[in-house]
């Protein structure tokens, strides 16, 4: 079947190499951004969130920077493994007009492809 | 793994009939989400709720409807469903709406011929 995959940018690196995916947010008033990865026939797993008052954080492997002035959210893994390969694709949390801060919105994603 | 389980996981139909998946969690979590996940679009809120019998639309909510009568379970409808609505649909879960982590589970895959 279609795989969520068509049509996305792609980053192809060798193992071992640190690997950084790149996402514009479109809200300035989000405080909050979820980055998430997916792979093939599955639902997106969680992976790191950053909240508007931090620049950096750090997790297993991950890190996560949020730079306000120009709206950009990166995520970086180091060491990267052939496991890592799936999509990967950050989401902001936009006020909406009704919902407040109770929603989400994704980007469309990066495909990431890791070679042995 | 959050325990969330959708069903069924997949599903062929006719245009015109009625379609409805369900989405169970194990979690207490107060919001629950319908998303469906199109090539080109990435991840489109269909409706969400907030509590039971709490629900809200969505980005792409025409052609859908939902219904939460319990804290674990959420129904999406399709009353009558269109070749449109060929996807795949995801629920998510989360305890706080859009200040803490969704949590999705692994989606169903809809043919609509």
């Known amino acids: 079947g279609e795989s969520v995959g068509l049509h996305l940018p792609t980053l192809s690196v060798q193992e071992g190499d640190n690997s950084i995916i790149n996402c514009a947010y479109s809200n300035s008033a989000s405080d909050y951004f979820i980055w998430y990865k997916q792979e093939s026939g599955k639902g997106p797993q969680f992976i790191i969130d950053i909240r508007s008052n931090m620049d950096k954080r750090q997790g297993q492997r991950v890190t996560v920077l949020l730079n306000k002035t120009v709206k950009h959210l990166s995520l970086q893994i180091a060491a990267t493994q052939p496991g890592d390969s799936a999509v990967y694709f950050c989401?902001?949390?936009?006020?909406?007009?009704?919902?407040?801060?109770?929603?989400?919105?994704f980007g469309k994603g990066t495909m990431l492809l890791v070679s042995p | 793994d959050a325990g969330i389980t959708q069903s069924p996981r997949h599903k062929v139909t006719e245009t015109g009939t009625p379609v409805t998946l369900r989405c169970h969690q194990t979690?207490?979590?107060?919001?629950m989400y319908w998303y469906r996940q199109d090539p080109g679009h990435g991840l489109r809120l269909i409706h969400y709720?907030?509590?039971?019998?709490?629900?809200d639309k969505g980005e792409v909510s025409d052609g859908y409807s939902v219904s939460r009568s319990k804290t674990e379970d959420f129904l999406l409808t399709l009353e009558s469903a269109t070749s449109s609505q060929t996807s795949v649909y995801f629920c998510?879960?989360?305890?706080?709406?859009?200040?803490?982590?969704?949590?999705f589970g692994d989606g169903t895959r809809l043919s609509i011929l």
């Open positions: 709720s907030y509590g039971v019998k709490d629900t």
């Open positions: 979690e207490n979590h107060r919001y």
């Open positions: 989401a902001e949390n936009p006020p909406g007009e009704n919902s407040g801060y109770s929603t989400l919105t």
């Open positions: 998510a879960i989360s305890e706080s709406g859009g200040t803490t982590p969704q949590h």
